[in-house]
């Protein structure tokens, strides 16, 4: 994968008892590349199952939910899914 999530664009929005929403500016990135598992990975410390991800991308925006962080190849690969 050759695009990743900029620590530095991710803003929190609001936190609340364990629950933080995000903002994430995805600069080059499309909403497809920023739903690809592992685009997250390197803000798995940073990241909770169950916050929100609001992103601004190229071709618009979406609210994602961090649907899993799991122990991948001595990290943590982090997954999201489109919030409906």
Same mark, same amino acid.
């Given at each position: 994968m050759s695009l990743r999530v900029t620590i530095r664009s991710m803003s929190?929005? +609001?936190? %609340? @008892? =364990? #629950?933080?929403l995000w903002h994430y500016k +995805? =600069?080059?990135a499309s909403l497809t590349d920023t739903m690809a598992v !592992? #685009? #997250? *990975?390197? +803000?798995s410390d940073m990241l909770a199952v169950g *916050?929100?991800?609001l992103v601004s991308a190229t071709d618009g925006g979406r609210m994602l $939910?961090?649907? %899993? $962080?799991? %122990? %991948? @190849? =001595? !990290?943590?690969r982090v997954s999201v899914a489109s919030f409906s």
């Amino acid at each position: 994968m050759s695009l990743r999530v900029t620590i530095r664009s991710m803003s929190v929005l +609001a936190y %609340a @008892q =364990g #629950f933080t929403l995000w903002h994430y500016k +995805a =600069g080059a990135a499309s909403l497809t590349d920023t739903m690809a598992v !592992g #685009f #997250f *990975d390197t +803000a798995s410390d940073m990241l909770a199952v169950g *916050d929100m991800v609001l992103v601004s991308a190229t071709d618009g925006g979406r609210m994602l $939910i961090v649907s %899993a $962080i799991d %122990a %991948a @190849q =001595g !990290g943590r690969r982090v997954s999201v899914a489109s919030f409906s």
